[in-house]
Nanobody, 122 residues
């Protein structure tokens, strides 16, 4: 069982930047694809970005492409989401996930963190 813990949420002004991290508890972390999803109030869970187990491949939702960067450091069992040029519509609970497939469907990920709130507001 892989346990994931997200850190880094909070309140940020429009146009600002924020970095989220997700740390996994178990050794298989470096053999798992990882993803970030988000869920805004009243909406379903939305794909944000994914990174392959080696970090060589990344994939982004169109809504965040060019503004967000996903990366991972397998020596630290940690994945990151660097967010810049944040907009109010980026406000959501952000979840990290891990699974055997490099994918953008939530159902393809087996493990989930508890989520961290990101609020973009002036």
């Amino acid at each position: 069982q892989v346990q994931l813990v997200e850190l880094g949420g909070g309140l940020v002004q429009p146009g600002g930047s924020q970095r989220l991290s997700c740390t996994g508890s178990q050794r298989p972390f470096n053999r798992l694809a990882m993803g970030w999803f988000r869920q805004a109030p009243g909406k379903g869970r939305e794909f944000v970005a994914a990174v392959s187990w080696s970090g060589a491949r990344t994939h982004y939702a169109d809504s965040v492409k060019g503004r967000f960067t996903i990366s991972r450091d397998n020596t630290k069992n940690t994945m990151y989401l660097q967010m810049s040029s944040l907009k109010p519509e980026d406000t959501a609970v952000y979840y990290c996930s891990a699974g055997t497939m490099f994918a953008e469907k939530a159902t393809d990920y087996e493990y989930w963190g508890q989520g961290t709130q990101v609020t973009v507001s002036s």
